[in-house]
């Protein structure tokens, strides 16, 4: 059995007596010890969290304490307070706000073949920059792929996002999702939403897969839940997380209808209706009825990705550009495009944010 053990942040002071006051009354941290009793040069104090130990003459810099609380009136003189013995303390919001950037928008076209770097992230996970500019913050897409495959170091977590979608592009990967029942396998084709603050974890993936991962804003926080348990109960699906619900759709059995563009068919994967609006996700086929007109959009966010075959992207103002399997765009509102020179296998996933926006035919 391991002996208890506790780890204090050291600080130095010139006159213990001058810094008690603070930390205990205007900090609220407890005293735990203080020595010698005659003539007091240490002290160990605790809460919020947090224990320290003030000592005289200690060779050490004052530093900076951050409190979080989502009560900063109980701290008064803050949010920037500095203690007797120069220790500054900043007092920091606990819950962390979700900001979404205005989006900047741009014509953007990233081609896999251009050799886009990939880089380890999270998990050992391999990402790819989808829209290296982010539209200023407003959205990242990313291409993912674990390489080996086989169980995901991966903990219990959740993100603070506006929207945050998982599309398997190969291979399967199983996850486990709050209140969603057992583990869930996702195949090819098959997508999830992950509403703000959902418990997940990512358990076991097969060789060579990849996925796409979209998230509003691009820089979003994920926080580790050291105490969830997974999986947590028999599913939910109606349960809401900030007005979304979880949306798990499967390809298998999907049923094709026509698309916003002549030309192709599409199946809807239910998330404008499980996000109440906010994004719009389908998946494209290129079906050869017609020749796709040009189009444009008045959507925020409009991020489309080619899953198979190939295409030219035709935009104004622009050169007309060839897309092929792990390419992807961006397209500003307003913009006229034409998808040309369609091949017969031609698929594409399409990402509208927010999710009820229109399109008009160019003539």
Sequence with gaps: MKADAFAEVLLPTNELRADLPFYTKVLGL????IFPADDPSVATLSGHGLRIRIEKGAQAAPGRIRILTDDPGQFPGGPHLTAPNGTIIEIAPLTTPLIQPPTQHEFGVRRLRDSAPWVIGRAGMHYRDLIPSRLGGAMIASHIRIPDGGPVPDMVHYHTVGFQLIYCYRGWVDVLYEDQGPKMRLHAGDCVIQPPGIRHRV????????????????????????????PSGPGDPAREWEGQRFVHHVKDG????PFRIPGFICRDTGIAAGTKGVANIQVARFDGSVTPP?????????????????????????PDRD?????????????????????GDLEILEASLPGDFKT????
């Design 30 to 33: 407890r005293l735990d010890t």
């Design 360 to 363: 008009e035919i160019a003539h």
């Design 294 to 318: 040009a189009s444009r959009h008045d959507s925020d966010i409009h991020f489309t990705f080619v899953m198979e075959g190939s295409m030219v992207l035709q935009a104004e103002g622009q």
């Design 203 to 230: 358990c076991e993936a097969s060789a060579a897969i990849e996925v796409i991962e979209l998230g509003v804003p691009a820089e979003h926080v994920t926080t580790i839940d050291h105490v969830a348990v997974l």
């Design 254 to 257: 999907a049923v094709w209808q």
């Design 323 to 343: 897309l092929r399997p792990g390419d992807a765009f961006v397209l500003p509102p307003g913009m006229v495009a034409r998808y040309a020179q369609c091949s």
